[in-house]
């Protein structure tokens, strides 16, 4: 997965609107930059730094959603969250036909029948997927989401005649308290270990958060950069952890079909999968709550708001 590209330009007490043009422009083009790359089925990372900048892209708009003219964006955010769905579909399976073949290659003889199928029915699914990316990514669709874009940010970010236009650092200190204070809202929940969906809606907030600090980094210097990184640690755990229970779901109901056809070797091999990403999905709770402990203990929260005050 590529870096972030670097935002040029960036005057921190100029307007917040000429900022964020130079953000949103930088970041589609990063992600047009991917699309070739996006489309090598030979090396999934392609797929994965494209996904990455459409998150990075799709963050930034968020973040600046209320400072800017929103009928401006509002059409192409759509088509964007379309591209978006589509490389996670394509990434989801890579992902999960690797670890197959992974736990396959390690997995007893008489489970590894039931698991081949398993991959197999995923490459199917990712076949189709791969299938909707490549008309996303045609050049005369993509060109003209590009033109759209840069249209509608020249409208999103016209100059609005009031006093009281937001300086681009006072955005960015606005933007990163919000994002840390839904990540401290999410955090009351993560003791709950049974509700899922809080659990990825933290993993989220702290993706928002780590995104949130590198954008605006150039405006209160490299040392919030460590925020960054543990915002990146804690979305790390709480995505494995989602990842293990999304495993969960999907196996309980491959079980539940097998056994209706009474297909005794499925059952079995599906059992065993199921009972490997039960203790996988333990492991990955306990750094969660570790990463989580650390992040309080030592005030990062505090520290951060300090950093920025």
Known sequence: MAKAKRVKGINCDSVATIGIKLVLVTR????????????????????????????????????????????GLTAVQKRLKNLADTLGEVRDQDVAIMALEKIDANAPSDVSPALKQFIDARKEIRNEARKQLEAILEKVPLDQLQSDFMAGVDVATAPRKTPTAPIFRQMSREVILGRLKELEKLSNRLFNPFEVETLHEMR????????????????????????????????TALGDLHDCDVWIENIGKQINDARKNKDAA??????????????????????AFAEWSQWEAQDLSGKLRAKIS
């Open 28 to 71: 589609f083009e990063e992600l047009y930059g991917f699309h070739e790359a996006a489309l090598d089925w030979s090396d999934p990372e392609g797929v994965h730094s494209m996904r990455v900048a459409s998150r990075r892209l799709r963050s930034a708009l968020r973040d600046f959603m209320p400072y800017l003219r929103k009928r």
């Open 204 to 235: 989220i907030a702290a993706k928002r958060l780590r995104y949130a600090i590198e954008l605006f980094q150039s405006c209160w210097g490299r040392s919030i950069a460590t925020y960054a990184k543990r915002a990146a640690r804690l979305q």
């Open 266 to 287: 499925q059952v079995a091999a599906f059992v065993w999968l199921l009972n490997h990403f039960i203790k996988l999905r333990s492991k990955h709770l306990r750094q």
